[in-house]
């Protein structure tokens, strides 16, 4: 059974910073890669940051490109998403996920998801 937990949200104002951690349990095989999704209300879950398994490369979306890094820490299956100089329109409930077919930032089949951490940003 794999779970996903995710940590780190909160509350912040604009131009502050969170670092967001998903750790990931249970035996997992055939993951393209690693991400992070974000949804607002009325509002469409959009990926936000994908890390390739194979490559370890990174993508971003052009909205958090420069403010935004994902990383992974192998040893203990953690996965972060560090988020500087935040606007109040990356207010939203972040997810990490598990994906068996990425693209880029194109995340084509989602296998597991997190139970999600919300994230408020402050004018």
């Known amino acids: 059974q794999v779970q996903l937990v995710e940590s780190g949200g909160g509350s912040v104002q604009a131009g502050g910073s969170l670092r967001l951690s998903c750790a990931a349990s249970?035996?997992?095989?055939?993951?393209?890669?690693m991400g992070w999704f974000r949804q607002s209300p009325g509002k469409e879950r959009e990926a936000v940051a994908t890390?390739?398994?194979?490559?370890?490369?990174?993508y971003y979306a052009d909205s958090v490109k420069g403010r935004f890094t994902i990383s992974r820490e192998y040893a203990k299956n953690v996965l972060y998403l560090q988020m500087n100089s935040l606007k109040p329109e990356d207010t939203a409930m972040y997810y990490c996920?598990?994906?068996?077919?990425?693209?880029?930032?194109?995340?084509?089949?989602?296998?597991?998801w997190g139970q999600g951490t919300q994230v408020t940003v402050s004018s």
């Open positions: 890390i390739h398994s194979n490559t370890g490369n990174t």
């Open positions: 996920a598990l994906v068996t077919r990425c693209s880029g930032l194109q995340t084509m089949n989602v296998r597991y």
């Open positions: 249970g035996y997992t095989t055939g993951i393209s890669c």
